[in-house]
């Protein structure tokens, strides 16, 4: 999960017109009943600044949503019932138009998520009102009110590193190192087989580049040649970890812990030439 940067006060025009002023009133008229309008909350400003500012991936895990993963505009807090909360709760309808309660997320994650919104802390089950409007600043996911109810899904926009909650592994797959990030891992499916296996075809790409290098070493014995090969390779994944790449956090987690995604996985003799071209690409990158 990526960390993403987003201006709570820069509220796409799709957030701020007459259209969404009537459905934000009806909304607090109709509390629970509201079926809130997607053609506010999808707004074409509203996808397009989310596209963006996700750089065109999903939010929980990376997929690329303009490869084949549909886009969809991800409710943090439910606006209906919440799943396993309190019958008395009835959602968030009151942030369903909400630009800080928006996140932009690939159909499968937001279909696995749905309603659930586990917290630790007190849950606002009333919106915060100023003579009958509605109080936005006190509706803001980064507001005291909000915050307190300490919410246990990671959400990429709040959390400052969003991967310390989370672990990857060579053959693809990730875990919660902890509670928090072992929920969001179960909540969102991220650890479902079609992820885990791309990212470990990513990962296979470059085991198995390595080592057709190193047979071709084995060949004509051009260090030189393979120490560039290595270096080449390795400088690929600096390209990959840019913010608009998909499953972006597992190829820095395969730079990051380079000795146990590749060094380790060669012969000593190997292993020594793959850490001196790793060594080489860090100093020069």
Request: aromatic share 10%.
């Amino acid at each position: 999960m990526q960390k993403i940067e987003k201006d709570y006060t820069a509220i796409p025009e799709g957030l701020s017109n007459a259209a969404y002023q009537a459905k934000l009133t009806l909304s607090l008229s109709e509390q629970q009943a509201h079926d809130a309008a997607s053609s506010v909350y999808r707004h074409k400003s509203v996808l397009s600044r989310l596209s963006t500012i996700y750089h065109n991936k999903c939010g929980f895990c990376e997929s690329d949503t303009t490869a084949g993963a549909p886009m969809q505009v991800e409710h943090y807090r439910p606006k209906k019932a919440v799943i396993n909360a309190n019958p008395a709760h009835t959602g968030y309808y009151w942030l369903a138009y909400d630009w800080s309660n928006l996140l932009l997320s690939c159909a499968s994650c937001n279909n696995k998520k749905r309603n659930h919104f586990p917290i630790t802390g007190i849950r606002v089950i009333a919106p915060p009102l100023v003579q009958a409007d509605l109080d936005t600043a006190n509706c803001r996911a980064d507001s005291p009110t909000m915050l307190a109810e300490a919410p246990e899904l990671i959400n990429p926009e709040l959390e400052a590193n969003p991967m310390s909650h989370f672990e990857f592994y060579p053959d693809g797959t990730i875990k919660g190192k902890t509670d928090r990030g072992k929920l969001t891992v179960t909540i969102c499916g991220l650890d479902r087989d079609q992820l885990t296996i791309k990212r470990k075809e990513y990962y296979d790409t470059y085991l198995e580049r390595f080592n057709t290098y190193f047979n071709d070493f084995n060949n004509n014995g051009d260090e030189n040649t393979l120490i560039l090969q290595l270096k080449n390779a390795i400088r690929e994944i600096f390209a990959y970890i840019a913010k608009n790449k998909p499953y972006r956090e597992f190829a820095a987690k395969c730079l990051g812990n380079f000795k146990l995604f590749f060094i380790d996985r060669f012969q000593p003799e190997q292993a020594k030439l793959l850490s001196e071209a790793y060594n080489q690409a860090i100093s020069a990158n």
